[in-house]
């Protein structure tokens, strides 16, 4: 007699083709935070195709949620989440499905789009798992939420969006779930499944330095004040500002984007950095603020300059309880195998599905799918001779291979049917 496990399978075997098709279409076809107009119908098509319970739509923008109540009796509800935006990045991994867009209006474009970071992956494995957990409904003792959120990226500074806005708005409220899930593709060996107990994810924001002085003609500086030399100044220290917090919880600030008002021949009334700040350890979020703060009012006041700071979108860490994994572990190893489980080191990177785990409790851990070896001394992947190599996420050439999707479909499916019949619980 085949097991609900082998029945689960089963179907995401089937599926399988289909979750291919849908991340060549979406990796094809990207769009950038609060602009996914296309992605959410697509998702929303296929939702209702599955004659789910309830689908609900415009969600925080573009987000969409399927309701699926189980066949059995069951109070457990777990939400199972996936993001759907993609990245202001040209598409540079050699794909024949490659991204050619280029978003013309989005703010501070126009931008090449591309799914650099995987969530055509995350989008397209949750429509199988949806598929998978439809057909296997009247075994489900319980209720499965299909979060199909947009912005995880970040929306445009003058625009809300992402988890929070979800939860703002009430998404996940009718019925609330006693357990938030999802992973994230990364660069480790394809079908691992990593996970960490603690902080898998830092505390991450976004950070906006406006340093103003005095427009004037570049043939006569001594008119004018010139914000460039304070800007230059305020990159250089904050590349020293982490050794000023510990050496053994990580952070960084990095300044990715820098905006001048001015032209070759014209010294600019401002300057403004655009950048991020990432904790891995919460508590020294604060700290690190200050003292980017202080580093650049005073740094611009040393060049007769002003500066003000400004600190958004901030992201709590994503962190995995230890009852929560516990109860988890053996659920993953059946879905990957023993060998394929393995503790991963924390990461300065950040995701807004901390909003949704930090609420209602769950997990959130990665799943590899690269050409990638493990280095047994340190943990962390390395290049397979002879393999297409090992691409961050957010680089252009970042890859996935598509193998590998039909374990992120089982590992959604398992995860489910274990929590609604109460064998991934905490104790």
């Not at 993953?332 to 995701?351: C, H, I, M, Q, W």
Request: with cysteine.
């Amino acid at each position: 007699m085949s097991s609900i496990y082998d029945d689960l399978d089963t179907r995401a075997s089937a599926v399988a083709r289909q979750v291919v098709q849908w991340r060549h279409h979406l990796h094809e076809h990207p769009e950038l935070s609060n602009r996914e107009v296309n992605t959410a119908a697509l998702i929303t098509d296929h939702l209702k195709s599955l004659s789910l319970d309830e689908v609900r739509t415009d969600i925080a923008g573009h987000g969409v949620v399927g309701v699926l109540r189980g066949g059995q009796p069951g109070e457990r509800v777990i939400a199972l989440r996936a993001d759907i935006d993609a990245l202001p990045v040209p598409d540079l991994c050699g794909v024949p499905f490659a991204s050619h867009v280029v978003d013309q209006k989005y703010p501070g474009g126009p931008f090449p789009v591309s799914h650099a970071c995987g969530h055509d992956c995350h989008t397209a494995m949750l429509m199988g798992a949806a598929d998978v957990l439809a057909g296997a409904r009247e075994n489900l003792p319980g209720t499965v939420l299909f979060v199909f959120q947009p912005a995880e990226e970040g929306p445009p500074v003058d625009e809300k969006g992402g988890a929070s806005a979800m939860l703002a708005e009430g998404a996940l409220d009718h019925p609330a779930p006693t357990m938030a899930f999802g992973f994230h593709v990364v660069p480790l060996p394809k079908g691992y499944i990593g996970y960490r107990v603690g902080n898998q994810f830092g505390a991450s924001c976004l950070v906006k330095i406006t340093i103003t002085g005095q427009q004037v003609h570049g043939s006569t500086p001594w008119m004018g004040i010139d914000p460039m030399p304070p800007a230059g100044a305020i990159l250089t220290g904050i590349g020293q500002i982490y050794r000023q917090i510990s050496a053994f919880d990580p952070v960084t600030v990095s300044i990715g984007h820098v905006e001048d008002v001015g032209r070759f021949n014209i010294i600019g009334q401002t300057v403004t950095l655009w950048g991020t700040v990432r904790c891995t350890v919460e508590s020294d979020m604060g700290e690190v603020q200050q003292r980017v703060r202080t580093l650049a009012v005073n740094t611009a006041q040393a060049y007769n300059c002003s500066a003000t700071v400004e600190f958004l979108q901030d992201v709590p860490a994503v962190h995995n309880g230890q009852g929560w994994m516990d109860a988890a572990l053996p659920t993953f190893r059946r879905v990957a195998g023993d060998d394929k489980v393995v503790p991963t080191p924390p990461t300065l990177g950040y995701d807004d599905v901390s909003e949704f785990v930090n609420k209602y409790g769950g997990l959130y851990v990665t799943l590899g799918v690269q050409d990638v070896n493990i280095d047994v001394a340190t943990g962390m992947p390395l290049p397979t001779p002879g393999g297409r190599g090992l691409f961050m996420n957010h680089n252009p050439h970042f890859y996935a291979d598509d193998d590998t999707l039909v374990t992120g479909v089982r590992l959604h499916a398992h995860v489910a049917y274990d929590h609604l019949s109460g064998a991934l619980v905490p104790k």
